[in-house]
């Protein structure tokens, strides 16, 4: 599964594409109201994407395990500190409704948090490498 996310920014404008295997789309996310960069952060964006996983997970588990989830609730929340430095303390609470026993539903959420992807992801060394850079001078407004 090939996996991409664009962002382009210009003054007062903010476009998120996302895409899986080609099928793209674009997440609605606004300009600060400065214009520049997006009125979300990457660490929130980070959060979210521990949370969704975690959520998309826990529906396909549940459906390998014969469990109807009525509803799912992931709530994400750690520490960035000064510029430069990673997260911590990040931890997440969720609350499953679901046609299940309490040990069956336990078992389920422990196990799709060993399955996570993005969890797994966070959880070893990954290398992230800054592949090129393409530096465009602009014109001269005077």
Same mark, same amino acid.
């Given at each position: 599964?090939?996996?991409?996310? %664009?962002? #382009? *920014?210009? =003054?007062? #404008? =903010? %476009?998120?594409?996302? !895409?899986?295997?080609?099928?793209?789309?674009?997440? +609605?996310?606004?300009?600060?109201?400065?214009?520049? &960069?997006?009125?979300?952060?990457? &660490?929130?964006?980070?959060?979210? /994407?521990?949370?969704?996983?975690?959520?998309?997970?826990?529906?396909?588990?549940?459906? =390998?395990?014969?469990?109807?989830?009525?509803?799912?609730?992931?709530?994400?929340?750690?520490?960035?500190?000064?510029?430069?430095?990673? !997260?911590?303390?990040?931890?997440?609470?969720?609350?499953? +409704?679901?046609? !299940?026993?309490?040990?069956?539903?336990?078992?389920?959420? %422990?196990?799709?948090?060993?399955? !996570?992807? +993005?969890? *797994?992801?966070?959880?070893?060394?990954?290398?992230?490498?800054?592949? %090129?850079?393409? /530096?465009?001078?602009?014109?001269?407004?005077?």
């Amino acid at each position: 599964m090939k996996i991409s996310a %664009r962002v #382009e *920014n210009t =003054h007062d #404008e =903010h %476009r998120v594409t996302v !895409a899986t295997d080609g099928n793209r789309h674009s997440i +609605v996310i606004p300009p600060k109201t400065s214009g520049a &960069g997006s009125s979300v952060n990457g &660490g929130e964006l980070l959060f979210l /994407a521990l949370a969704t996983c975690y959520c998309n997970d826990l529906y396909r588990e549940a459906a =390998h395990s014969g469990i109807d989830v009525e509803r799912v609730e992931v709530d994400v929340e750690g520490t960035f500190g000064a510029p430069g430095e990673p !997260a911590t303390n990040v931890m997440y609470h969720v609350r499953v +409704v679901a046609s !299940a026993t309490e040990a069956d539903l336990q078992d389920l959420m %422990r196990r799709t948090d060993t399955l !996570a992807e +993005v969890h *797994n992801t966070l959880r070893v060394r990954t290398d992230v490498t800054l592949d %090129r850079i393409e /530096a465009i001078p602009a014109p001269d407004r005077t």
